[in-house]
């Protein structure tokens, strides 16, 4: 049952059950419980699933975190806790899970330091797993198990399946999925809901699920696809007004005439000139080449403001430069970053007090979560102004924007039914034990993504799995569980079945991406298809800075720093964005259309472009969408 949660606690409820040295740390760091406190801590202390839905800022995360936090506080003070793991963080970012590790280490920390003054020994430990973690940290976790694990979905798939960490999540008491709007629309959300359906079916005891996001609708049915099919679950739309100070700009006054020097030359003028009236800037381009070109040309065109100031994130930087740009971030040293986009979802990087979206961020939601990296605190103003290049992206930008002053944000389409993933999932149950067909298929109809599977799809995919179609094996394509019909039992085939799992393991696409190399430091990568253009000699750029290809061998691309001569900007084949949609209805029937075919349609009706324009700009001006 799905209901919503009309009414708040009550102060004195939270601070009753709160162990008196959770009680002294929070106090002296807030005067108050939040609103989402109010609503969702009593609700995890009692064991409920709950959906909890505020603006970017609005303390979800200590809200989730408050109660698991105070039990384990509780435990440790009576030398009751275990060394296994409590609770499972999943992030769907990597850069996520660094950013909360040291988010929940500072409070953790200072509730040490309070209970030492009380001659109390607490000592809860924060482990993060994900494609980041080294082989020596993994097995540091096996030794002294965290108490709260940060992962990412296809980090908790694959430990499922590693004997000795299984071990510590048979007692897993909650489960946290942060930023669930960005999986539960796609089929990484697929993968993870078999996933937890795993989890569930590993552990003895019931799992409290928790969600967390900013921008979600319908909530009913994304409170289903965290709780699965036929459990309770309660829904705190906690998402009150913050300010908005949100605009369009363009860097010239002609889109249509205007020549490529001139809207180049105008759109660093614009972006250095907003750089300049804020503290701390943070831009975000929707493609890894666009951020290296900003980076450079901004360092180009205005050599005394942006030296050692300015930074690049995505994922084809290492670790240890993503995690330096973060702290860097935290601690005030950048004016301003670059990013593709991998800091839009949920980071608490320091105080940003302006966000620049070059384009369309291609959905509200997106918009939503980009501006809201500005005044990511309780009661500050988001500020973000999006930057358009081209008559599309003005409609584009124009009709996002009203929406997001209107707070409508787009209903995400749950996938259902999803038979690929559902053969990968099927194959990493049976990796560790056997298990009856029909306990297999009810076990995938607990998710929501499966609940209404037909039995006859579930054979086909058993059937494919053990390989009863022989022509495959034409195609190298081989049996990897097998079906007793006799007892009903299946199983796990082959020696290297849980290579293969592990290696193929998620729905993002696989990259054919070449480590790039300063002698032994990683500091990066590139795409195998930009690496076969270079030659020896080459100069290109990578996190903002320049390096000399020298030469490659196998995955591994070495270069010189610290290169004066100007560069060739790489690109990714993986920046691809979809394009956003509109649902259009229509005799009865729905389109889906790109924004970006508005103008054709205009065309086709005979509706000249500019007549458009002219005709709606009362609108755009009303709502500050453009200038005058």
């Known amino acids: 049952m799905i209901d919503f949660q009309n009414n708040a606690y009550e102060s004195k409820d939270i601070v009753n059950i709160l162990n008196p040295i959770v009680k002294e740390w929070f106090f002296s760091r807030f005067k108050e419980f939040s609103l989402p406190q109010l609503y969702g801590v009593m609700e995890i202390h009692n064991g409920n699933n709950i959906l909890i839905t505020a603006p970017t800022g609005g303390t979800k995360t200590l809200t989730s975190t408050l ?14 806790l275990e060394d296994r793991v409590y609770c499972v963080y999943v992030n769907p970012l990597k850069s996520l899970s660094y950013d909360l590790e ?82 539960a629309e796609n089929k990484r959300g697929v993968h993870l809901s078999l996933t937890l359906e795993n989890l569930q079916y590993l552990c003895e005891n019931e799992i409290v699920r928790i969600g ?23 829904i705190a739309d906690v998402r009150f007004d913050k300010s908005y100070d949100l605009k369009v700009l363009c860097p010239v006054k002609d889109l249509i005439d205007s020549s490529y020097f001139e809207m180049h030359n105008n759109l660093y003028d614009l972006m250095d000139k907003l750089i300049q009236e804020h503290r ?185 799995l053990r390989g009863k179609y022989v022509s495959l094996e034409e ?7 097998w079906y007793d019909e006799e007892t009903g039992m299946v199983g796990k085939r082959g020696k290297l079945s849980r290579v293969i799992y592990m290696t193929n393991v998620g729905t993002i696409p696989d990259e054919s991406m070449i480590q790039v190399k300063v002698n032994d430091e990683v500091v990066g990568s590139i795409d195998e298809a930009f690496l076969e253009r270079l030659k020896k000699g080459d100069v290109f750029v990578l996190g903002g800075q320049r390096y000399e290809f020298k030469f490659a061998r196998g995955q591994t691309a070495q270069v010189n720093s610290g290169v004066i001569r100007q560069p060739t900007i790489p690109s990714w084949f993986s920046d691809i964005i979809l394009k956003s949609y509109l649902k259009v209805r229509k005799v009865k029937k729905k389109f889906c259309i790109s924004l970006r075919n508005i103008y054709m349609l205009m065309n086709m009706a005979k509706i000249q472009y500019m007549n458009f324009l002219r005709n709606n700009l009362f609108i755009l001006r009303k709502f500050q969408i453009i200038k005058k």
């Open 475 to 481: 195609r190298n394509i081989y049996a990897k569980i």
């Open 212 to 234: 967390l996001s900013a921008t979600v609708a319908p909530l009913e049915e994304v409170a289903k696809f965290l709780v699965g099919n036929s459990r309770n679950c309660k």
């Open 280 to 464: 701390t800037t943070l831009i975000f381009t929707n493609t890894r080449s666009a951020t290296e070109r900003v980076i450079h040309h901004l360092k180009e065109r205005f050599p005394k403001n942006y030296t050692e100031n300015i930074g690049a994130h995505h994922g084809s930087l290492s670790k240890t430069l993503r995690h330096s740009i973060e702290d860097r971030m935290r601690n005030g040293e950048l004016k301003v970053c670059v990013s593709s986009t991998s800091l839009e979802l949920g980071l608490d990087i320091g105080f940003i007090d302006l966000v620049i979206c070059l384009g369309s961020p291609k959905s509200i939601a997106r918009l939503s979560q980009r501006s809201g990296r500005s005044g990511h605190k309780l009661h500050d103003t988001v500020k973000a102004r999006l930057i358009v290049l081209d008559r599309d992206d003005l409609v584009e930008c124009a009709v996002m924007l009203k929406l997001a002053i209107e707070r409508k944000i787009d209903r995400i389409n749950i996938p259902k039914n999803c038979l690929d993933v559902l053969a990968q999932q099927i194959f990493g149950i049976v990796l560790m034990n056997r298990i009856n067909i029909n306990d297999l298929y009810n076990l995938i109809r607990k998710s929501y993504c499966y609940f209404d599977l037909n039995y006859n799809d579930f054979m086909n995919v058993i059937d494919y």
């Open 67 to 80: 109660s698991i936090i105070n039990e384990l506080v509780n435990l440790a003070e009576y030398n009751l």
């Open 102 to 183: 040291v988010n929940l280490k500072t409070p953790l920390n200072e509730i040490k330091e309070i209970a030492k003054k009380y001659g109390k020994n607490i000592n809860i430990r924060i482990g993060v797993r994900t494609g980041d973690t080294s082989t020596s940290e993994r097995s540091k976790m096996l030794k002294n198990a965290p108490h709260i694990l940060i992962t990412t979905p296809e980090s908790l798939a694959v430990i499922l399946v590693v004997f000795r960490f299984r071990d510590l999540l048979r007692k897993v008491k909650y489960c946290i999925v942060d930023e669930i709007h960005s999986l």
